[in-house]
């Protein structure tokens, strides 16, 4: 699944544009690197955002293409 629409699936950010414009500031890192909004997310993975002085960190627990909204926070383990 594509980065910006993880972001929007898992509500770590509320607009899937609002993702991609993220991504392209360079605010949003994967493993470690700077990550596109087409960047392919896994099981695993490593997501940091950057939105002024708060900096969320979480790990990929399961990619799904479709959701309830209850079960949005099973996609991912925050970090610090």
Do not use: Q, W
């Not at 509500?11 to 609002?18: A, E, N, P, Q, S």
């Amino acid at each position: 699944m594509r980065l910006d629409k993880y972001l929007k699936v898992s509500r770590l950010i509320k607009r899937r544009t609002v993702a991609n414009e993220a991504c392209d500031a360079g605010r949003v890192m994967l493993n470690d690197k700077t990550a596109r909004a087409s960047a392919n997310v896994k099981p695993g993975d490593i997501i940091e955002i950057h939105f002024g002085n708060k900096m969320t960190k979480v790990e990929v627990l399961s990619v799904e293409e479709t959701y309830k909204k209850d079960e949005a926070r099973e996609l991912y383990k925050y970090l610090s």
